[in-house]
């Protein structure tokens, strides 16, 4: 846990632990293998799957091009970054939408 809320508090140094707890807990089996621990800002259908499921399903975001530009503004910020932690992403794509409190 406290290596993923260490990732995060390098996009937001801010970031609420309770938060990034929850999104760890979200996301389960799927941070045990190293490859779906990962987002991939060049693979359309992922980031496609992080708007439906992620924005969409658990966000509560219907617009899907607000999705889509707060998942490009995340590429962006994290373009640094080659391995992206989903964690991470996830967060910053909640907290562009303005829906961590719903988490």
């Known amino acids: 846990m406290a290596d993923y809320l260490a990732d995060v508090k390098k996009y937001d140094a801010s970031a609420n632990a309770d938060v990034v707890n929850k999104i760890v807990k979200h996301l389960g089996i799927a941070l045990r293998n190293r490859d779906s621990s990962l987002v991939s800002c060049t693979d359309a259908k992922e980031l496609g799957r992080v708007r439906d499921n992620w924005a969409g399903k658990k966000l ?28 991470t992403f996830y967060y910053l794509v909640a907290k562009h939408l303005d829906k961590l409190g719903a988490l």
């Open 60 to 87: 509560g975001v219907s617009d899907g091009a607000k999705a889509d530009s707060a998942i490009e503004k995340v590429c962006q910020t994290m373009s640094a970054d080659n391995t992206k932690s989903r964690v």
